[in-house]
Nanobody, 125 residues
Framework: QVQLVESGGGLVQAGGSLRLSCAAS????????MGWFRQAPGKEREFVAA????????YYADSAKGRFTISRDKAKNTVYLQMNSLKPEDTAVYYC??????????????????WGQGTQVTVSS
């Protein structure tokens, strides 16, 4: 079993930055593909970014490219999402997820087996 705990959310003004963290526990969680998703009120959960188990491959949604950076610290079993130049439309609950079955990074929610509880990000205009 893998447990994921997100932190780092909060309220920030447009143009500001936040860094989200996702601490994973579980014996083999450091070998999993990890992803970040978000869900705004009244909308479906959407893909933000994903990273391979080695950290060598990253994949971003168009909305995140150039502004967000996903990374992982395997020694700490933690995945990060650095978010810069935040916009009001980035407001959502952000979720960390782990794919325990595949090697390739994916943007599909159904690819991911474990999910965190989410952390709220609110960007004011």
């Amino acid at each position: 079993q893998v447990q994921l705990v997100e932190s780092g959310g909060g309220l920030v003004q447009a143009g500001g930055s936040l860094r989200l963290s996702c601490a994973a526990s579980g014996r083999t969680s450091s070998t999993y593909v990890m992803g970040w998703f978000r869900q705004a009120p009244g909308k479906e959960r959407e893909f933000v970014a994903a990273i391979s188990w080695s950290g060598g491959i990253t994949y971003y949604a168009d909305s995140a490219k150039g502004r967000f950076t996903i990374s992982r610290d395997k020694a700490k079993n933690t995945v990060y999402l650095q978010m810069n130049s935040l916009k009001p439309e980035d407001t959502a609950v952000y979720y960390c997820a782990a794919d325990a079955r595949r090697v390739g990074v994916s943007r599909a929610t159904w690819s991911y087996d474990y999910w965190g509880q989410g952390t709220q990000v609110t960007v004011s205009s």
